[in-house]
């Protein structure tokens, strides 16, 4: 593959050029900006760069002309967000053993035109999407039943935006099902070629369904606090939206409360910082099994904990926050010697719309203070308030 000219790095020519089993030229309105290497001889034929100078100057988007002498067809896209041009050469004759070839140099392609009418499929597309063979795949009216129902209305909107502009379509990564039903994320490229004189859209697709397993583990681990296994502090600031939205819509209560260990230096100085450690993790677990599922407990800080769970009709943020303060901490032996694990607890409702998170949480912050200022190991909560319904 030859490179003429790299203006802008960040602007993928040659990811793009490298997925073209045949002809292609990227050019915008200086000149040519990439080639690849079975364009580059085409090039030098007269009429070529005439041809290519046409598309620029008269803006024209997806065309077809031929070469009197080369008989080529060119159909052009448009770069997203660029003034520039993606062109592919396919020769006039015989287009149709031209596309098999295309998706069949590709690792997994296919082709489709007329609202997902398979056109072509290579055999890595009929395996990847458990077709029994490509035959399989093209027997179907539509590919509707693989792009899924959820993404039904946005791959044809997408669809007829590449249709109407000839754009190459955005690099997307999508889940997907099989014929079977197994789902597969992939990543998809889209691209407007001249089918029986109409446009048709190639798509090369990549199986990425490892690396989103992967991202998502990676996000998990993002937001989750790894001595407990709770929620992290920024999961539970970022997370709390949907509460708030569901008491907002449902009328109903919301608490937030946050309790602190007591004396926990001591117990690290005690007893070492492994032992801390564990009963930190201790204290998430005994959290998690004393709340309904639908709470959000989370870790907020070294031996701080945070819980914002809704509360029925027949729930007090003070009676709630008074039963954890009791039920949450414990007593055991460690060297011979007791520990005693309590907490101390501050709480607060949720005062109707215009209460954000962070008002509830400096109440909440303030009663917490309150209950260590009062001798620790006791909750307290904001003053009764009515929920506005
Ligand atoms: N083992 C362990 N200790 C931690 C961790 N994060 C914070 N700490 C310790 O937690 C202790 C908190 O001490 P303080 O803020 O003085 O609070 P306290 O001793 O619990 O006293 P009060 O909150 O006033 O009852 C500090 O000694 C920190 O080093 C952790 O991940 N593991």
């Not at 005439?50 to 031929?66: H, N, P």
């Not at 007329?114 to 395996?127: E, G, I, M």
């Not at 998170?357 to 200022?373: H, I």
Request: one cysteine or more; charged letters at 20%; hydrophobic letters at 40%.
């Amino acid at each position: 593959m030859a490179v003429i000219a790299m203006k802008d790095l960040q602007f993928n020519a040659l990811e793009w050029l490298n997925l073209m089993p045949e002809a292609a030229v990227v050019h915008d309105s200086v000149g040519i900006v990439a080639v690849n290497a079975i364009a580059e001889p085409l090039l030098l034929a007269s009429g070529v760069l005439d041809q290519l100078r046409c598309i620029r100057q008269e803006g024209r988007i997806s065309f077809r002309s031929s070469h009197s002498h080369l008989q080529l067809n060119m159909a052009s896209s448009r770069l997203p967000g660029r003034d520039a041009w993606l062109t592919l050469m396919t020769p006039l004759s015989s287009p149709s053993h031209h596309y098999q070839q295309l998706v069949d140099r590709n690792p997994c392609a296919f082709m489709v035109h007329r609202r997902f009418k398979p056109l072509f499929a290579n055999p890595a597309f009929a395996r990847l999407f458990d077709f029994a063979s490509v035959e399989q795949v093209l027997e179907l009216d539509s590919l509707r039943r693989i792009i899924g129902e959820a993404h039904w209305p946005e791959a044809q909107r997408n669809y007829d935006t590449l249709m109407a502009s000839g754009t190459l379509g955005k690099t997307q990564v999508v889940e997907h099902h099989t014929i079977n039903g197994r789902s597969l994320h992939a990543h998809l490229v889209d691209f407007v070629l001249m089918w029986d004189g109409e446009p048709a859209v190639c798509t090369v697709v990549s199986n990425v369904s490892k690396e989103v397993r992967q991202l998502e583990k990676l996000r998990a681990l993002a937001l989750t606090d790894p001595l407990t296994g709770l929620s992290n502090r920024r999961h539970f600031f970022d997370y709390s939206e949907p509460y708030l939205v569901r008491a907002l819509e449902q009328g109903g209560g919301l608490a937030l409360i946050l309790m602190d260990i007591d004396h926990f230096k001591e117990i690290n100085d005690r007893f070492g910082h492994p032992f801390g450690d564990r009963v930190l993790g201790q204290f998430g677990q005994r959290l998690v099994n004393l709340v309904e599922e639908e709470a959000l407990a989370a870790r907020i800080g070294g031996e701080e904990f945070a819980l914002l769970m809704p509360l029925r009709t027949d729930q007090c943020v003070q009676e709630v926050a008074e039963c954890l303060c009791r039920q949450v901490g414990w007593t055991q032996t460690e060297q011979g010697q007791e520990v005693r694990v309590a907490v101390s607890v501050g709480a607060t409702a949720w005062r109707g719309n215009q209460d954000r998170l962070t008002d509830m949480y400096l109440r909440a912050d303030k009663a917490l203070y309150q209950a260590k200022a009062e001798g620790r190991n006791r909750s307290c909560s904001t003053e009764p308030v009515l929920v506005e319904s």
